[in-house]
């Protein structure tokens, strides 16, 4: 447990390889503890051994990650939970997830925190790979995360495309990101990216339909999610406000109940791409720009609303997207989803049996 006070971390890092063990602040307020990395510190945190919990804390200005969570000597990284951080201002993906040479991430939580990228901070952006190397929470070849109830805010850069908000990609499987509030970013839920290179596979070959073809994300769920662009300068830089949702070789996604929201332009609210993004489906989703397929993709669309003016929301122009109490083009217009599939709202307020389209049930 750390004692509340800031904790200049230049050059220093913490590295957890050994099961079990908790990372907190004593005081359990995230405010009161601050790591510091000042960007000398490269990852501040790494997490190299299973069931490792770190919560509670604020980790500031690492030169790449606030947190890196990786493969260690015994193979396989399982139960992972972080709980009600603050990661601000990293030189490249807050949290990133990735195996090392042996065994893989799995099954780990991102919960209750808040991933931030400040005008402050976007100068001190690695300029590598296309001149923005930043995002919120990036993961390789990982299987059952569950990215939930988190604030996601400001990646994007003056030159360059960030990386998503949230980004699984190289054979991940079975995400789930949910109620999340996402703002200002140029890209907001990622499942996929490549069409080819070195990707994760099952031996139960969870895609049939694509025929042995490159994946690069399997299955997975983006539900009750606000995804919001608001920012004058996030639309004046050269990429602007890409996408909210992006599925590029993501076989068998599910996209349902989000609200996605620009008060700019953008490319598109939700789009699939590539011939291995089939089985996909899109659902009760509300959004202010449209929805696109893309180069050979294939999905099932049913309940969405597109073109929605901001007046259907308490505060569209202000990222409050909780529906109007007039927005009768959203509500009871939903269509009945399997059971189970979405059950509840951002709010955690259950749905009705005709529900709203969007991530809020009014």
Known sequence: ???????????????????????????GDRDAVVLDGHYATSEIITIAASDVTVAELTIRRPSTHAIHVVTG??????????YDIQAIDPGQQAIKINP???????????????????DEGRPHVDPTSGGCYTGG?????????????????????DTGLSEHAVHFWRGCRDTIVERNVMRDNARGV???????????????????????DYVDHYGGIVRNNFIFGGRAELFASP???DCGVCLWSACGARVVHNSIVSTGDSF????????????????????????RERDGSSASQAGNLEGASLGLFVGGSIGNLHLDPGAAAAIDQGVTLAAGLCADDIDGELREGTPDIGADEL
Do not use: K
């Not at 750390?2 to 602040?25: H, K, N």
């Not at 090392?100 to 400040?118: I, N, Q």
């Not at 990036?138 to 994007?156: L, P, S, T, Y």
């Not at 789009?271 to 202010?288: C, D, H, K, L, Y």
């Open 1 to 27: 447990e750390f004692a509340d006070g800031d904790y200049d971390m230049s050059g220093l890092y913490i590295w957890i390889d050994r099961p079990g063990i908790t990372l907190r602040s004593a005081s």
């Open 73 to 82: 000597d015994s193979g396989d990284t399982v139960n992972t939970l972080i």
């Open 100 to 118: 090392g040479t042996s065994g893989f991430v799995d099954d780990g939580v991102v919960a209750c925190s808040r991933l931030e990228l400040t």
């Open 137 to 157: 929470v990036d993961a390789h070849q990982a299987r059952g995360w569950v990215i939930r109830d988190n604030e996601i805010d400001g990646f994007w850069c």
């Open 190 to 212: 990622g499942f996929g990216l490549m069409t080819d290179g070195v990707a994760r596979t099952y031996p139960d070959d969870p895609c049939p339909a694509a025929g042995g």
């Open 239 to 241: 990429d602007g406000f």
């Open 268 to 291: 598109s609210s939700i789009e699939w791409r590539f011939a291995t993004s089939v089985g996909i489906e899109i659902s009760n989703n509300i959004a202010t720009h449209p929805m």
